[in-house]
């Protein structure tokens, strides 16, 4: 994926960990829980200042307050366990191209990133339902895009599947695909990727980590 060179970015801290958003002149184009799958390159040098320099600084193997690694609350998820930021590794999209890599430009005050911040907070404190934000999604194929858009039209407290998503945009025969491409969904939370199952209604992946999903699922459920 590749973002322009005036990406803006900013951090703040939730009940569900450090989260990091970004945003363009279109809007709000990203947000990553701190160590996720698929962390944007540009934000790894201020993630890693951020860790040396906080006095609160993530620890390697910690995890979030009340959640537990995916091998004790979840099973490993792709054989994989937890990993900290600092261990993560440039992070191919296609063969031979790699991800964006241009650092962005800190803004704390920047009006898209305020909005989203707020708006994040009253989802996960259960005051928000619905996110009313500009959104950015060009940095995906016209796939990817199709499939996200898709996700926004899954209301809180409803799930779906793979197969059913790959049907709503009638590419029924592109279930892996599609599951693909929410899993490189770049807006978590705003974009609910959280909301697809397993057809067996098992919580399969997610890049924030299975327990994030699994208590996102739980809030919504409180919510609806």
């Given at each position: ?63 979030l307050p009340d959640l537990q690694p995916h091998s004790q609350a979840m099973g ?93 945009i009638a590419r029924p025969s592109a279930v892996r695909a599609v ?46």
């Amino acid at each position: 994926m590749h973002y322009p060179a005036d990406t803006v970015y900013t951090r703040i801290p939730t009940d569900q960990g450090t989260v990091w958003l970004a945003a363009t002149a279109q809007g709000l184009a990203g947000l990553w829980f701190d160590g996720q799958k698929h962390f944007p390159p540009a934000l790894r040098g201020a993630c890693r200042t951020w860790s040396v320099e906080s006095e609160n600084r993530p620890q390697r193997g910690q995890f979030l307050p009340d959640l537990q690694p995916h091998s004790q609350a979840m099973g490993q998820e792709d054989g994989k366990k937890w990993t900290a930021a600092a261990d993560l590794q440039p992070t191919i999209s296609k063969p031979g191209r790699l991800l964006d890599t241009t650092a962005w430009t800190p803004a704390p005050q920047h009006p898209t990133l305020l909005q989203a911040a707020v708006q994040l907070q009253q989802y996960l404190q259960g005051q928000r339902k619905v996110f009313d934000l500009p959104l950015d999604l060009s940095m995906g194929t016209a796939f990817q895009q199709a499939v996200w858009r898709a996700l926004l039209a899954l209301p809180c407290g409803h799930t779906t599947s793979y197969g059913a998503l790959s049907q709503s945009i009638a590419r029924p025969s592109a279930v892996r695909a599609v599951a693909a491409a929410v899993g490189r969904n770049p807006l978590s939370v705003v974009v609910p990727c959280h909301r697809v199952l397993g057809a067996n209604g098992s919580l399969t992946g997610y890049a924030g980590g299975l327990p994030r999903k699994a208590a996102l699922l739980g809030l919504e459920a409180r919510l609806a």
